[in-house]
């Protein structure tokens, strides 16, 4: 299962019924920040994620990116936490990031990892990714893709049953890939296992011009999370301010065929009616959606959506 929750969805600063920037991500049984703006902390209180995060991984190092990163560390520290965090920047954010961290905490009872990424690479989980790419948004900056590894595919009981193969250790072999012998006859794992199943990929842009980094980044993306500042109306200050618009983010995810595209970092001019960048949005990809604080995605495995014809939403 993979679970994304909103928990700011403001550009440069927090409005009445939007935080800045942070968004919850969880698969299986691990979790994971993508920026975390200001006052994050009490977002994800207010949502119920919990704190149980291990990384945190910030697209730029413009305040409503970074700067909740002090009082989540704070909270955490006084809530008793043990377990190492690491936190990824964009090239050269380690001085500010670890600076951040330190900031008004006299103590922090637990380790802090700050790292810096170049574009292309990776960190590493238990059968996915976090790869980085590079974004046009002024100064260095990344956008972020996990990327799941493809799965085994469908191991067939009764087909195995069929060729005389014993329950056990013989079936396992298989399903790994493995040629076995039962019997005196060869059986290739071809005979009794599907093709592999493809993982899913989910991708945030932070802040960014539209642009060819992010089409191919989410090339078939299940989710593609993309900042839309303003409304086409403001096509000329976005391009000035290196941001995007509705529509532009909505061709970005047409051109990446992706399966879903969330909108966010909206202008404060939108955050009580997003109307008119879902609509705009539309026009190119059906069923943009903008998001809202406390937003909750569910991503089924590509198989199951393409049965059940979309994933949830909370």
């Known amino acids: 299962m993979i679970r994304v929750t909103f928990l700011g969805t403001a550009a440069a600063r927090p409005t009445v019924r939007r935080g ?15 920026d975390c703006g200001e006052g994050t902390q009490r977002q994800m209180m207010r949502f119920t994620t919990g704190f149980g995060i291990d990384r945190i991984f910030v697209t730029h190092l413009h305040a409503d990116h970074f700067l909740g990163v002090t009082g989540l560390v704070r909270t955490m520290s006084l809530q008793g936490r043990e377990d190492p965090i690491s936190v990824y920047g964009p090239p050269g954010s380690s001085r500010t990031l670890r600076a951040a961290v330190e900031l008004g905490v006299e103590r922090v009872g637990f ?12 960190v590493l989980g238990d059968e996915y990714e976090i790869r980085a790419f590079a974004v046009q948004h002024g100064g260095r900056a990344l956008g972020y893709a996990l990327v799941e590894q493809d799965r085994l595919g469908r191991f067939d009981v009764d087909k195995a049953r069929e060729l005389g193969i014993p329950e ?10 493995e040629t076995i012998e039962v019997e005196g006859r060869t059986i290739d794992p071809a005979e009794v296992v599907g093709e592999a199943r493809e993982g899913r990929t989910v991708v945030y842009t932070g802040d960014t011009l539209p642009g060819p980094w992010t089409v191919d980044a989410a090339r078939g993306a299940n989710l593609l999370i993309h900042e839309a500042t303003f409304g086409e109306d ?18 970005v995810a047409r051109e990446a065929d992706v399966r879903r595209l969330v909108l966010t970092h909206l202008s404060a001019r939108y955050s009580d009616d997003p109307e008119p960048l879902e609509q705009e949005a539309r026009t190119i990809f059906e069923g943009a959606v903008v998001a809202r604080d406390g937003l909750t995605i ?5 198989e199951d959506e393409d049965a059940e014809d979309g994933g949830s939403e909370a």
């Open 234 to 251: 403001e096509a000329d200050r976005a391009r000035d301010t290196k941001h995007s618009t509705a529509s532009q983010a909505a061709q």
């Open 20 to 34: 800045v920037s942070a968004i919850f991500v969880q698969r299986e049984g691990d979790a994971m920040l993508f």
């Open 168 to 177: 056990g250790p013989l079936f396992g072999l298989l399903h790994r890939g």
């Open 298 to 302: 569910e991503l089924p495995y590509n």
């Open 111 to 122: 380790e802090v990892r700050v790292h810096e990424m170049e574009p292309g690479e990776a």
